[in-house]
């Protein structure tokens, strides 16, 4: 039980549709960083937000946007989905003074068809 | 970029061996993180380290950060069936966003 939680667990699109995905954090965290998992590989980093700011990003294009709430929520947008989208999408949360101690969500399961 | 690469990439074991395996890296980490991810679940923190050197234990688990500071080791002793999944080192980049290594995944027979 790491207190981080996600919905949906599962989800299906269609190609070109857009998609929101839901994190709720550790209560006190700050910090809350989405990562895309392809099958067979390991999370790759999408962005981080610190205090509802956006603080960091990885490889991926501008249709991944995301949001952070005061109340330790936060949300990850995918516009113009395509199959490659498909991926298990983790969210993740720390306290950022206590450098890199990232709890996980159950994570959301993706599929673009 | 800075890249964490995992050693082996699988393991076939039988239940109460001892496993051994190793997270690499080119440049330098501050931190390293042991994670392990059951199929269709989040990857769940099993121990952190923040020194070199530094040896740490979190039951039959047992991880070094190497002296380098360019890897770090974990080790499970005395195998068991629920020790099945796939294993992450993990640590943070020069700014400060969490890379992960490739995996390790492991099998256990009974």
């Known amino acids: 039980e790491t207190g981080v939680t996600q919905s949906p667990t599962h989800l299906i699109k269609t190609r070109g549709q857009q998609v929101t995905l839901r994190c709720s954090s550790q209560?006190?965290?700050?910090?809350v960083s989405w990562y895309q998992q392809a099958l067979g590989q390991g999370p790759q980093f999408i962005f981080q937000y610190y205090r509802e700011e956006e603080n960091g990003r990885g490889n991926f294009p501008p249709r991944f946007s995301g949001l952070q709430f005061p109340n330790y929520s936060s949300e990850l947008n995918v516009n113009a989905l395509e199959l490659d989208d498909s991926a298990l999408y983790l969210c993740?949360?720390?306290?950022?003074?206590?450098?890199?101690?990232?709890?996980f969500g159950q994570g959301t399961r993706l599929t673009v068809v | 970029g800075q890249q964490l690469n995992q050693s082996p990439q699988s393991m076939f074991i039988q239940e109460g061996e001892d496993v051994s395996m190793n997270c690499t890296s080119s440049s330098i980490f501050n931190t390293w993180l042991w994670y392990k991810q059951d199929p269709g679940e989040g990857p769940v923190l099993l121990i952190a380290?923040?020194?070199?050197?530094e040896l740490t234990s979190n039951g039959r688990l047992t991880a070094q950060f190497g002296i380098t500071r360019k890897d770090s080791f974990l080790n499970i002793s005395a195998s068991i069936p629920s020790d099945v999944g796939i294993y992450f080192c993990a640590g943070p980049s020069n700014t400060d966003k969490l890379i992960f290594g490739t995996g390790t995944r492991l099998q256990v027979f009974p």
């Open positions: 993740a949360s720390r306290w950022q003074g206590k450098d890199t101690e990232a709890f």
């Open positions: 209560s006190g965290h700050n910090t």
């Open positions: 380290l923040y020194k070199a050197g």
